[in-house]
């Protein structure tokens, strides 16, 4: 296990918004055959959703809700940070550049991020050093989008069911109510990082692809001790990272109003905070969804939020893997 010290950080979210595509699909009406049926069954995932649109796309619809609903104008973006779960619908493009092109965002800097799932959360990290480093527009637009349908059969890949969706967050360096990032987090595996792939990448000729086994998301350990030692590892990383953002907000696990994690599996809360097992009843996930890559666990918070809004401070912890590689975090703040 490896990872920096948290680091405190400063943003207020101004508005987030996301997009979930269609009708739910029920997980219980995709083909399984009996072994994947038992194996998934501890999930607790009910539906997932499916897009026609690609996961760019997916992302502008995200974005426009955002700048709505944050009521600013476009031209008060001074950045657009564009971090995609998967893969992009060309491969190669950057989903920043078409957000820019597509909101009129005519003062914004473009970055894209590719950090996995854990990307959205990285972004928002980022989007608060942007602006105590910046003299320009105040505010920062952070957009994540998974397209999983396309690079899975089903949705899965034998360990949980996924979801395509999106989600847009808009930071802003002003004081107010509402959500605030307070520290960001990580912690890494030291090997196996690479067992989650597409094969179609430059670690293969272009001569020996074969797109439809290369295009398709796997998870490809060396042999299943070297899985097994990957699983066991995630609890000292969740709890490393969770002592690490505790630190930074000079906080205790007592004051933790709510932790939400991906919906990764109901049956992985207790081994991933093995070690943090005052937090386990306030895992707050509704793993009734399939997991929406980096979407999801600040999907929940809002759902909570949207729920019942605390009526003082509160205080949250968001966490996410990032394929087989780390786990990242965040510790916001909520201010009625």
């Known amino acids: 296990m490896s990872g920096p010290p948290a680091r405190a950080c400063n943003g207020r979210l101004i508005s987030l918004e996301f997009h979930l595509p269609g009708e739910p699909i029920p997980v219980g009406g995709l083909y399984m055959d009996d072994e994947m049926r038992e194996k998934l069954q501890g999930t607790g995932q009910e539906f997932t959703f499916g897009s026609d649109e690609d996961s760019t796309a997916m992302s502008v619809r995200a974005a426009c809700a955002a700048l709505d609903a944050a009521g600013i104008p476009a031209e008060d973006i001074g950045l657009v940070i564009s971090a995609p779960t998967l893969i992009t619908s060309y491969g190669l493009e950057i989903p920043a550049i078409a957000l820019r092109a597509e909101l009129g965002l005519e003062n914004a800097e473009c970055l894209n991020v590719a950090q996995g799932c854990v990307g959205f959360l990285s972004g928002l990290q980022l989007a608060c050093s942007y602006l105590a480093a910046e003299n320009g527009p105040a505010n920062v637009l952070v957009v994540t989008a998974c397209k999983a349908s396309s690079l899975m059969d089903n949705f ?20 107010g109510s509402g959500l605030h990032l307070c520290a960001y987090g ?17 670690a293969r000729r272009y001569a020996d692809a074969l797109p439809a086994l ?51 599996g ?30 999801d666990a600040l999907f929940f918070l809002d759902l909570y939020l949207r729920a019942e809004a605390p009526p003082s401070t509160a205080h949250f912890i968001v966490m996410t893997p990032a394929y087989t590689a780390q786990w990242g975090g965040l510790l916001l703040d909520y201010r009625p």
């Open 156 to 175: 899965n890949h034998g360990s949980f069911f996924w979801a395509d969706a999106a989600a847009a967050a808009i930071v802003s360096a002003g004081e």
């Open 266 to 295: 109901a049956n992985r809360v207790p081994h991933l905070l093995g070690a943090q097992k005052d937090l386990r009843t306030r895992v707050k996930t509704d793993f009734r969804y399939a997991h929406m890559g980096g979407v």
């Open 214 to 264: 290369d295009l398709k998301l796997v998870v490809d350990f060396a042999d299943q001790r070297a899985q097994m030692d990957y699983i066991v590892g995630e609890r000292a990383r969740c709890d490393g990272l969770i002592s690490a953002l505790l630190e930074a907000g000079g906080l205790a696990a007592d004051d933790i109003d709510a932790v939400f994690l991906p919906s990764i």
């Open 186 to 202: 990580e912690r890494s595996s030291s090997q196996d990082w690479d067992a989650m792939r597409l094969h179609h990448g430059d």
